[in-house]
């Protein structure tokens, strides 16, 4: 079993798609664990705030297969890919870590935004806080410590409702 982080990510009735996207992943991969949620600022272009959270899972899929699930799961969501790198998301689903597998195919892991985003760092800290970066050996605690983006990059957590709408 390989243990994998996730972000995932929102700005298109936001809440609505991280219950829908949880409950997806829930399906397909087990011990599910979450951060809290938390809302942000739109990075890199001018939109709706973001909700964000960062989930741990267990699964015997390989990397690529993880990676085709999310894509199908974001595809169900809404999620479009005609649209400009920074834009509204229906549902962004990432994979951020595979075990401390370092690679650049079938993707580049560990995703560099853990390093270089709030959102990402801060719930992954918080899951996973003594867990170290497989390439600069770091705690994800330290690194939120010193991470020096906080503000210009604000967040915060909220309390989200993970109640499952009737119907759905």
Not at 123 to 137: D, M, S, T, W, Y
Request: with cysteine.
């Amino acid at each position: 079993m390989a243990t994998i982080f996730i972000s995932i990510g929102s700005n298109q009735d936001a809440e609505r798609q991280i219950r829908y996207g949880i409950q997806r992943l829930d399906e397909m991969f087990s011990h599910l664990k979450l951060s809290k949620v938390y809302e942000s600022e739109a990075v890199g272009f001018d939109g709706d705030n973001f909700l964000n959270l960062v989930a741990r899972a267990e699964t015997q899929m390989t990397i690529a297969q993880v990676e085709q699930v999310f894509k199908a799961i974001e595809k169900e969501a809404g999620r479009r890919r005609d649209v400009p790198k920074f834009s509204d998301r229906a549902l962004d689903i990432d994979l951020l870590l595979y075990d401390d597998i370092i690679c650049q195919k079938p993707l580049r892991l560990p995703r560099g935004e853990i390093l270089h985003h709030a959102f990402v760092l801060l719930p992954l800290a918080e899951i996973e806080p003594h867990r170290k970066h497989p390439i600069v050996q770091q705690s994800y605690q330290d690194l939120w410590r010193a991470f020096d983006k906080k503000e210009q990059q604000k967040l915060w957590a909220i309390d989200f409702d993970w109640q499952l709408e009737k119907g759905h």
